[in-house]
């Protein structure tokens, strides 16, 4: 059983508080990512991520780790989400 997109968003923007966070999703099947950090100034945007890719809970967590250590490095790494390979 899939995860519905609604529950999705709700975990990506949950994992990000108490930064704010925007997840979108396109009828292509790609999340687009806005993390807002309003103490700081920080506006990041992820797009492109194929939401098949998201799959399980395991997957889900490595994409946001994955975002969470290019938000420290926003100057450097925006839009500039990589999928790893699944292994």
Do not use: W
């Not at 806005?34 to 098949?52: H, K, Q, R, S, Y």
């Amino acid at each position: 059983m899939a995860i519905s997109t609604l529950e999705l968003r709700h975990i990506i923007e949950s994992a990000f508080l108490p930064m704010r966070s925007t997840c979108s999703a396109s009828a292509h099947g790609e999340l687009t990512i806005e993390i807002i950090d309003p103490a700081t100034g920080l506006n990041v945007v992820f797009g492109g991520i194929p939401m098949a890719s998201l799959g399980t809970s395991r997957a889900i967590s490595d994409l946001i780790a994955q975002l969470r250590a290019q938000v420290c490095r926003p100057a450097r790494h925006a839009n500039a989400y990589r999928p790893r390979a699944m292994g």
